[in-house]
């Protein structure tokens, strides 16, 4: 990716985060998915996230 | 107590950004995720608003910073891998691509209709694996490697034989188009 790329990718990435840190518990969840979704978009920050270690079962 | 569970973040920078990231997925999952979560870790009260806030505060706002952090280091890592290691796109839509297709067909049919590259060993093989890589080029995305590993040899081999024309022509195009979409350079030729 590109530092243009990247730098498109940033300004969208900063209007979803605002999104999500500013919605109330109504539409809380679909922030949080549009966010995740912009991740998704690109196989590079998709490869990027996945190279995190997710580790917690909210579940157990 | 309610909400006053403790979480067992890792100690490690980046261990504890993809726990939080495994946070954001599941609160992203379900509509009421952040009230399990709320009353289990991060009481706020009972109402619905403020827990949201909380998380959003708390744990969120410096996520989200960190996490652009790391995108932006990895995004660079990704993008010096080797081009023959890289899966990328293909764009369906473009001009060069459909050149791209057009080409293979063109060297596809031109193959078949040569009664002299028919008579060489070398032939099916080399069929088998020009379309085996117009079938790879079909998929939303490909392996750089296997589509060198596949196109080179037919490339390299075709262009050892005394072709002319329309089929000359196409290969041509197809070894320019591959390296400038793909970065895949044919060698000797």
Same mark, same amino acid.
């Given at each position: 990716?590109?530092?243009?790329? %990247? $730098?498109?990718?940033?300004?969208?990435?900063?209007?979803? +985060?605002?999104?999500?840190?500013?919605?109330?518990?109504?539409?809380?969840?679909? *922030?949080? !998915?549009?966010? #995740?979704?912009?991740?998704?978009?690109?196989?590079?920050?998709?490869?990027?996230?996945?190279?995190? $270690?997710?580790? %917690?079962?909210?579940? /157990? | 107590?309610?909400?006053?569970?403790?979480?067992?973040?890792?100690?490690?920078?980046?261990?504890?950004?993809?726990?939080?990231?495994?946070?954001? *997925?599941?609160?992203?999952?379900?509509?009421?995720?952040? +009230?399990?979560?709320?009353?289990?870790? #991060?009481?706020?009260?009972?109402?619905? /608003?403020?827990?949201?806030?909380?998380? =959003? !505060?708390?744990?969120?706002?410096?996520? %989200?910073?960190?996490?652009?952090?790391?995108?932006? *280091? =990895?995004?660079?890592?990704?993008?010096?891998?080797? /081009?023959?290691?890289?899966?990328?796109?293909?764009?369906?839509?473009?001009?060069? =691509?459909?050149?791209? $297709?057009?080409?293979?067909?063109?060297?596809?049919?031109?193959?078949?209709?040569?009664? !002299?590259?028919?008579?060489?060993?070398?032939?099916?093989?080399? &069929?088998?694996?020009?379309?085996?890589?117009?079938?790879?080029?079909?998929?939303?995305?490909?392996?750089?490697?296997? #589509?060198?590993? &596949?196109?080179?040899? +037919?490339?390299?081999?075709?262009?050892?034989?005394?072709?002319?024309?329309? +089929?000359?022509?196409?290969?041509?195009?197809?070894?320019?188009? #591959?390296?400038?979409?793909?970065?895949?350079?044919?060698?000797?030729?």
């Amino acid at each position: 990716m590109d530092d243009a790329a %990247f $730098e498109a990718f940033t300004e969208e990435y900063r209007d979803r +985060v605002s999104d999500a840190l500013r919605t109330g518990y109504k539409n809380f969840s679909s *922030r949080l !998915s549009d966010w #995740l979704d912009l991740i998704d978009q690109s196989e590079v920050l998709a490869t990027a996230a996945r190279t995190l $270690e997710e580790g %917690f079962d909210f579940d /157990a | 107590m309610v909400g006053s569970a403790t979480l067992d973040w890792s100690r490690d920078r980046t261990k504890r950004l993809g726990q939080t990231l495994g946070l954001v *997925r599941y609160l992203a999952s379900e509509e009421m995720a952040f +009230v399990n979560f709320s009353m289990t870790f #991060l009481w706020a009260g009972s109402a619905y /608003a403020d827990s949201v806030v909380k998380i =959003q !505060s708390e744990i969120l706002e410096p996520f %989200f910073r960190n996490f652009l952090k790391h995108l932006s *280091r =990895q995004a660079k890592q990704i993008t010096e891998v080797p /081009a023959s290691d890289r899966v990328v796109a293909v764009d369906h839509n473009s001009k060069d =691509q459909h050149e791209l $297709e057009a080409g293979l067909e063109c060297i596809e049919t031109g193959m078949q209709e040569s009664n !002299s590259l028919r008579a060489d060993a070398d032939f099916d093989r080399s &069929l088998a694996e020009l379309s085996a890589a117009r079938r790879l080029l079909q998929a939303s995305t490909v392996r750089i490697a296997a #589509l060198q590993a &596949l196109l080179a040899p +037919v490339l390299k081999w075709l262009g050892k034989q005394a072709l002319g024309g329309a +089929v000359a022509v196409a290969i041509s195009a197809v070894i320019a188009i #591959l390296a400038k979409t793909f970065g895949i350079k044919i060698p000797t030729l």
